[in-house]
């Protein structure tokens, strides 16, 4: 299998969680979630997309437009607007000076800008709110209601109109929300970001975040699962909040904590809880699959009803696999650094697709040994399902890529910048493709063709096929943490500093 790379430099560290920010096309027309709506797989339904673009020269390029300057997160589309975390590197309105997370709201005809999210940085310990990194998370839109973790820990609803239709309330403190601490709360208007109602993940849950608070939210139903982004400390050897849940369910219409894990997972975390849940129908019935920091991949059976005022549901689980069961259990930061025989951990998300799990897990990026896998998993499982449950396994480089499977492949990359095909049947592969570069983004597969960014600024276009067939390879203005969008016939690209609406003409 491939050989180890040197570990990314510890500033890079927001770009990995580009990885888990990044977003893939939903089903049909809008793309209001990251992946397929439940399922989260890669793969689009677009058609007529572009091969090939130019911004020299406007080729395929319908519009550009300025993001911060730090973007480590991919666009949601829905309702003809366009939501994009980034930071305030190239501030939109001046009454905000410095570091920032953001996200902002534009319109998807021209990419004008129409309203944003500002939230100060925690501030103090850079590892619990990383500088200059931004919002990675990627909101989830339904309705006129978008649903998003901010760089402090906070799930917030946002109204898809922002302040510009008024303050919609429950919450209504906006103006001392996007003021510094120790600052007079600002006045709001149009520009600024409506949030309905917040739920503070750290004072409320009790979690300790790591570098971002990062999830992508799923929702079902009455119901919001967001992972927690529950984490190591500033000495990537301690969980301060061993105690805290790594998954928690919130009631979409308030915010209230209704449900959350009781696996244990903190103590076994080795860096962070970065990984997004799905959902999938197996048997007739529905699960939640989460992968946890601990290097296992879980299902759980999805709440039916809310719990009483007051009360704290437990979640169910259905089965457990260890996606890495020689790994070390216990003291797991004793293998901190340790390149050959560290414990796993799961940051990609697990796609669900046709009564199987694929998930990437393995090794730290920073901190962890060289090796990952693509793991194939049988959903119909109850269980400890460690040693029953695997249909397949491939190795590879480390990776928090989340895979696209889709006419009998999953294609998929390590973060060395390989593109991975394998068959999705037996997990035999069929080939492989070396982009020279980082890679810290997820491959979107949309109209035939495999879409990849790397950290070098190069955006790849492949075939997808067993055979391996290069299309086209195109440099672009700055490096790319993200993950390609596609809605409504147009391909979006996000570098650090720009948002690219590509359109085959």
């Known amino acids: 299998m491939l050989t180890s790379t040197d570990r990314p430099r510890r500033l890079r560290v927001l770009g990995l969680l580009g990885v888990c920010t990044v977003a893939a096309a939903a089903m049909g027309a809008d793309q209001p979630q990251w992946g397929q709506w439940h399922s989260r797989n890669m793969v689009s339904a677009e058609k007529n997309l572009p091969e090939s673009f130019d911004p020299a020269t406007g080729k395929n390029v319908k519009w550009v437009a300025n993001l911060g300057s730090e973007t480590h ?16 590197g190239e501030p939109r309105d001046p009454r905000h000076k410095g570091d920032r997370g953001v996200v902002m709201c534009l319109d998807e005809k021209d990419g004008r800008f129409l309203w944003q999210l500002v ?20 909101p989830t839109v339904e309705g006129d209601r978008a649903y998003l973790v901010t760089n402090r820990g906070e799930v917030v609803c946002l109204d898809m109109n922002g302040m510009a239709n008024g303050n919609d309330g429950p919450y209504v403190d906006e103006g001392r929300h996007m003021a510094p601490r120790g600052e007079p709360a600002m006045e709001t208007g149009p520009m600024d970001a409506d949030i309905i109602w917040l739920y503070d993940l750290v004072s409320q849950a009790g979690i300790y975040p790591h570098d971002a608070g990062h999830s992508s939210v799923l929702v079902d139903g009455q119901f919001l699962y967001v992972n927690t982004s529950n984490g190591v400390d500033n000495t990537h050897r301690k969980i301060r909040k061993p105690d805290a849940p790594s998954l928690v369910v919130l009631d979409k219409k308030t915010g209230r904590l209704v449900a959350k894990d009781d696996e244990g997972i903190g103590p076994r975390i ?12 197996v048997n007739g019935r529905d699960l939640v699959f989460f992968g946890g920091g601990d290097g296992v991949c879980y299902a759980f059976e999805p709440l039916q009803s809310g719990a ?17 069961p020689t790994a070390p259990k216990e003291n797991v930061h004793r293998w901190t650094g340790n390149r050959r025989e560290s414990p796993s951990n799961i940051m990609s998300m697990p796609v669900f697709d046709n009564g199987r799990v694929y998930v990437t897990a393995g090794g730290d990026m920073w901190w962890g040994k060289n090796t990952s896998w693509l793991k194939c998993i ?36 390590d973060s060395s910048g390989v593109i991975h095909c394998v068959d999705a049947e037996t997990g035999r592969p069929y080939w492989t493709h ?36 290069l299309l086209s390879s195109i440099e672009l203005d700055s490096a790319i943490s993200s993950t390609p969008t596609a809605a409504n016939g147009v391909l979006y690209v996000s570098t650090m500093a720009r948002l690219y609406a590509l359109e085959r003409k």
Not at 74 to 87: H, W, Y
Not at 308 to 324: A, I, N, Q, T
Not at 389 to 412: D, F, H, N
């Open 73 to 88: 997160a991919s666009p949601i589309i829905a309702g003809g607007k366009i939501l994009i975390g980034t930071n305030n």
């Open 434 to 469: 070396d982009t020279d570069a980082e890679t810290w983004g997820s491959t979107l597969v949309a109209d035939g063709k495999v879409y990849l960014g790397t950290r070098r600024g190069k955006f790849w276009v492949l075939a997808a096929s067993k055979e391996k067939r």
């Open 119 to 138: 939230v100060p940085k925690i501030g103090g310990d850079p590892y619990l709110d990383w500088p200059r990194g931004g919002i990675v998370s990627p």
């Open 308 to 324: 009483p005022e007051g009360e704290v549901l437990k979640l169910k689980r259905v089965w457990r696999f260890d996606c890495d």
């Open 378 to 413: 049988d959903a119909s499982k109850t269980g400890e399902i460690t040693t029953t449950g695997q249909i397949w396994s491939y190795e590879m480089k480390r990776s928090c890529s989340t895979p696209a499977v889709v006419g009998g492949l999953v294609i998929v990359a």
């Open 270 to 281: 080795f860096h962070c809880t970065w990984s997004s849940p799905a959902m999938g129908r």
